[in-house]
């Protein structure tokens, strides 16, 4: 299905930094690994964007480990309109700010998106205490939320033994939330970049292999903490699950197992939401296996 495979550790740190923590790019192309560690998000999307540039001969996927949706009710707990998935992309890209220096506005869009989705410091949490408002907190509060906290690809991954953490969490150790918010519209300004070549699976695609000429790019999410993962030496641990995953996918494609992942058997009573709103996770299926 591809010629390349590029998995992304996305990093929502508010200043430059490399090495643990950070954002790691992991680049598999012709049986070799380039890895990368650029210290902002600007280099990086601007690596992702070169990438996509110079990509017109080869047919790309770009795996990235932060949510690229939410909850099923989401958006129309915001009260925004349009196909639920766009109408959320759009929205974010219009409020989430960033510097060339990694400075972001993720707290204060996070405190205005409860504001208007419940009044309340739910869903979205963790904040540090400086950043705390009456509708953001940096503890779960303990009232729950008419917004669901899992989508349905964290219910199977649950179910399947894994700890995946709620898009709605911020702060701490594993958490995911605040990537998703500044790595949403990072996703969308290279996809209207480059119009007509990018397209987002399953949320643009639906559940299904997507049909990939060459000089496309499909966007994924992926979950690295599905596979073992063996760092050498001192390698960083975030180096080595992002050229880990790749070479899985890279082998995968070689033995022709890749295009199932994309086809999920997703139950028929969610699956609608799933390609509307939530999005899901390459390699998440009830017959899964490491």
């Not at 129309?76 to 998935?85: C, D, E, K, M, S």
């Not at 009456?134 to 399947?160: F, H, I, N, Y």
């Not at 060459?214 to 390698?235: F, H, N, Y």
Request: glycine content about 8%.
């Amino acid at each position: 299905m591809f010629d390349r495979f590029v998995v992304v550790d996305w990093s929502a740190n508010s200043t430059p930094k490399r090495g643990r923590d950070s954002i790691w790019i992991a680049v598999y192309h012709n049986g070799g690994i380039e890895l990368s560690n650029p210290s902002t998000r600007s280099e990086a999307s601007d690596l992702l964007s070169d990438l996509v540039r110079c990509g017109t001969s080869t047919r790309t996927l770009i795996g990235v480990d932060f949510s690229l949706g939410y909850p099923a009710g989401t958006s129309a707990a915001l009260g925004i309109t349009g196909p639920p998935w766009r109408a959320m992309v759009d929205h974010l890209t219009e409020l989430v700010v960033e510097s060339d220096r990694n400075a972001n506005n993720r707290f204060a869009v996070a405190a205005q998106l409860n504001a208007r989705m419940t009044g309340s410091p739910s869903p979205f949490w963790g904040c540090p205490p400086l950043a705390a408002t009456a509708t953001l907190t940096s503890t779960k509060p303990r009232a729950g939320s008419p917004v669901a906290d899992w989508r349905q690809v964290e219910l199977s991954l649950m179910a399947l033994g894994h700890r995946p953490f709620s898009s709605w969490q911020l702060l701490g150790a594993g958490a995911v939330g605040s990537q998703s918010l500044v790595g949403i519209p990072t996703i969308e300004r290279l996809r209207r970049r480059f119009e007509g070549r990018v397209q987002v699976w399953p949320l643009s695609t639906g559940l299904q292999a997507p049909r990939v000429a060459v000089g496309d790019v499909v966007v994924a999410e992926v979950w690295p903490s599905m596979l073992p993962v063996e760092p050498i030496g001192d390698e960083v641990h975030d180096a080595a699950q992002v050229h880990t995953v790749a070479a899985w996918l890279a082998a995968l494609d070689l033995a022709g197992d890749l295009q199932a992942l994309f086809d999920p058997p997703v139950a028929d009573d969610v699956r609608e939401s799933v390609e509307r709103e939530e999005g899901w996770v390459l390699g998440v299926a009830p017959s899964w296996q490491p």
